[in-house]
């Protein structure tokens, strides 16, 4: 076997590259991180982190990447539901008596600084180079190669990083990413936001989501979501009159001028699948995936970058114990991921399950998702826990499976009680019994919604 000449080689420096490398490197190990293309991205993914997710990247040491790139503090959500709306504060971090605040920002600014800093650690080497192959000796992976050089670069372990679209991923495993949705996002300049300093998740019975968050003191991001595994055409017009038609009209009066302002530069629309990954199962010598290549959810919830962080950390701390000989052994490796996909279960996974279960409820599409959505939404009305509970697992501060358990089906059971007192309302005795039949197919959506996903999960 060739002599490898770093511990570690990570493809990819999007988000969770240069946090596992930066991590890697402040425990001694040599990293050499190579990422296709170091100009500044610009994509509508990951422009809002969750609180959790800052104090993360604290733990990485990587704070300093929210500096000097004009981010917009963000202390909790405004959901609004047909025009009547719930404020939903971020709750203090344990232990703390002041609000958790998120940011919002500009995803490239951000990009560029977890580059800088991370090249800046000693012991990470980042290069622009596009990977082209991952090279395997006896059974064992040993490094890449590269379009740019044509000797071969080789390590200990190869990362591979390389976000939605991996081709590694699919060279190494069969699971595929389902696509749920897309959203299509563009910029609002100078919006009149009802709750400034807010997340905004517009929701109604008969449209699709929207999500709307600032990105900087001036600027907001509006991502909608439209509920098709293809696009209309951008080309000839299509999506735009899509949005006109289908987002535009349910928007708040004030934000309304903003958008159509805004979809005036067709140019400036950007689009995204919305897919969803369970974190992938493989067994190769050598070889470790993390990120959006193992594992994705639902952007709804603004969490991707929070469990990427989280993966890179937990990961990164237990590699890093690890002597070069203990790295090199397979046994040893087997070990640590066994360690990290157990850690990983009391938070990435309450992360990616809540984005899922929330979009079915938020995007609801039949009568009984429906009736999920209402109560959802009269849930978070009553104030308290009843929105402590959930704020605390969406900002990542202290997500627990069965806190997400507890509330998801306290939500459902408050649906049902709802949909009753609607329905009784509205036809009487007649309207008990339907109620009465849809309390069974409710409770059966509610964990259709939330049970398969979950198990896919914590089998991980
Ligand atoms: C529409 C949308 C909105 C989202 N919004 C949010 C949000 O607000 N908050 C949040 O926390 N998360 C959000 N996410 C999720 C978040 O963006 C991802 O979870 C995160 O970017 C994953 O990081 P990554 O490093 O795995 O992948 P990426 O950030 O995609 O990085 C992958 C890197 O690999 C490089 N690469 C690929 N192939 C090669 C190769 N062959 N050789 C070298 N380099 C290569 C790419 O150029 C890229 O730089 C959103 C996702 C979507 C789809």
Redesign the pocket.
């Known amino acids: 076997m060739a002599t490898p000449s770093y511990d570690f080689i990570i493809?990819?420096?999007?988000?969770?590259?240069p946090a596992l490398a930066t991590n890697l490197a402040s425990k001694g190990k040599t990293v050499l991180m190579?990422?296709?293309?170091l100009s500044e991205?610009d994509r509508?993914?990951?422009?809002?982190?969750?609180p959790g997710?800052i104090q993360l990247l604290e733990k990485l040491g990587l704070g300093a990447a929210l500096d000097g790139i004009d981010a917009a503090p963000i202390t909790g959500y405004e959901v609004i539901y047909e025009k009547n709306s719930v404020n939903i504060p971020y709750p203090p971090p344990p232990h703390q008596t002041k609000p958790a605040v998120g940011k919002g920002f500009h995803?490239g600014r951000f990009?560029m600084n977890l580059r800088r800093l991370s090249s800046e650690t000693e012991g990470v080497t980042l290069k622009q180079?596009?990977?082209?192959e991952i090279i395997e000796k006896d059974g064992r992976i040993v490094g890449v190669k590269?379009k740019e050089n044509p000797e071969p670069y080789y390590a200990t372990i190869t990362c591979v990083?390389?976000?939605?679209n991996?081709?590694?991923r699919k060279q190494f495993v069969q699971t595929r990413p389902v696509v749920k949705s897309h959203?299509v996002?563009t910029i609002l300049q100078n919006p009149d936001l009802q709750a400034p300093g807010h997340g905004h998740c517009i929701i109604g019975s008969d449209f699709s989501p929207m999500l709307i968050?600032s990105i900087s003191p001036t600027e907001a991001r509006i991502?909608c979501n439209v509920p098709m595994a293809t696009l209309p055409s951008k080309g000839n017009g299509d999506l735009k009159k899509w949005l006109e038609t289908n987002s535009l009209p349910h928007l708040p009066v004030p934000l309304q001028k903003s958008f159509a302002k805004a979809l005036e530069d067709e140019s400036q629309l950007r689009s995204?699948?919305?897919?969803y990954l369970p974190a992938i199962q493989y067994d190769v010598q050598g070889l470790i995936i993390?990120?959006?290549?193992m594992n994705?959810r639902h952007?709804l919830t603004?969490?991707?970058?929070?469990?990427?962080f989280n993966d890179a950390y937990l990961l990164s701390e237990a590699l890093g114990r690890l002597s070069s000989d203990e790295l090199a052994s397979h046994s040893h490796l087997q070990i640590i991921l066994k360690e990290f996909r157990r850690h990983r279960k009391g938070s990435s996974v309450v992360i990616n399950v809540l984005s899922i279960a929330l979009y079915h409820l938020f995007a609801a599409d039949s009568p009984e998702l429906k009736i999920l959505q209402v109560g959802c939404f009269e849930y978070f009305k009553c104030g308290g826990e009843h929105i402590r509970g959930p704020a605390s697992i969406i900002s990542a501060l202290t997500p627990s499976v069965s806190l997400l358990f507890y509330h998801f089906f306290a939500v459902a059971f408050f649906a049902i009680r709802l949909n009753f007192v609607s329905k009784i309302k509205e036809s009487g005795l007649l309207g008990f019994f339907i109620a009465f039949y849809q309390m069974f197919t409710t409770l059966w959506t509610a964990a259709g919604v939330f049970l398969p996903f979950l198990f896919k999960e914590l089998l991980y």
Do not use: K, W
């Open positions: 493809v990819g420096a999007g988000v969770v590259g190579l990422e296709r293309d991205p509508i993914v990951g422009e809002l982190l969750q997710g995803h990009v180079a596009t990977v082209t590269t990083c390389d976000g939605t991996s081709n590694f959203f996002g968050y991502l995204m699948p919305n897919q993390l990120g959006d290549a994705m952007p603004g969490g991707g970058m929070t469990v990427g």
